[in-house]
């Protein structure tokens, strides 16, 4: 028994690579912001070829399911419960709200707005985190601490920013003049990011939309995880009865069969771009990261998007940017910070606590406190809570 440990042990250093586990946590983190901030882009211009907004996530999670199903398939037998019908059904509402409800709101979104203010209006997705696990019981609030006013007033900023946003684009502040402005290129490109002649407060509402789906869906996703721990098999799932809604919502809502072709090479790239570096790999980077550092841990990497996005929408498309945005944005990502300060110092308290407390006592309370932590788990666990 004590060799077959101790190889244990070694087999996980080997498949470590001896880089620690936070350090895997950041770099996949910044992994996955690069490759959604290029997915705002090439969605964007998905929709401005004329893709069906109802077909193209239908593609985009068919490429998922058949680039994931595989690996969940052969990687994960031995660590794969028993499927139930308990567990279908979770899946299910899993992906009606990170899915369905995520993707679509998304798209209806960013039709109506530009890649770059998609990307910032995301960065409430920690404070709607942190205020629906409040609300579960998730997460504890205590307003007599200092965490507890910072995650509080984090949640306002960020509402407040939200808020800017919808209701108040302001002028142009910002309208740089791109190469891509030229004879010879499509006018497809130099319109990416201009959304004049749409409804930007009804963008703005969808967006919310979305990020109120994505927030439940992380705080929801965290506890079925700890059931049923094999990650890549509950993407496999949740793509499968995605695909499933999103047809349904297609049989009453896309009539015409041409909606259903591929009429170029770009809007190939962009299901494939979608489908492959958007949801099947980011989703099962982003279902690793939740598992390992959880759920406000993967929502306050935003920003990194959001500065991507500007950037490439600024120097390669051309987008304008107006006041509203800029104000909305700054307030958005104050907060997100303010979140991310309350959880670090919640994290030092309760390491102070626990330092304060005598072996004795540790003793004389095991059972009890062991009831304790099997009946309310913490939507960040002390463990991967310093990340």
Known sequence: MADSSGSSVNTRRIMGCSVPEKVQLHLAMLA??????????VSRAALNMGISKIVFPVYRNILAFLLLFPFAYFLEKKER?????????QFFLLAVVGITANQGFYLL??????????????????????????????????????DGIGKVAGTLFCVAGAMVITLYKGPTIYSPTPPL?????????????????KNWTLGCIFLIGHCLSWSGWLVLQAPVLKKYPARLSVTSYQCFFGILQF?????????????WLIHSGGELFSVFYAGVVASGIAFAVQIWCIDRGGPVFVAVYQPVQTLVVAIM????????????GIIGAVLIITGLYLVLWGKNEERKFAMQKAVIQSPADHGNNRTSSHTKSSLAQPLLSQSTESV
Request: avoid cysteine; glycine fraction near 8%.
């Open 32 to 41: 996955l912001q690069f490759g959604y901030a290029g997915f705002h882009v």
């Open 81 to 89: 419960p028993p499927l139930t019908l308990s567990f279908l059904t």
């Open 247 to 259: 047809l349904v919502i297609a049989g009453f809502m896309e009539r015409d069969p041409q909606a």
């Open 313 to 324: 929408a600024s120097v390669a498309l051309g987008e304008e940017f107006y006041l509203g």
């Open 181 to 197: 402005q030229r004879a010879n290129i499509s006018p497809m490109l130099v319109s990416l990011g201009d959304a004049k002649g």
């Open 109 to 146: 979104g960013l039709d109506n707005t530009s890649p770059t203010f998609a990307s910032a209006i995301q960065n409430s997705v920690p404070a709607i985190t942190f205020l629906m696990a409040a609300l579960l019981r998730i997460e504890q609030v205590r307003l007599n601490r200092k």
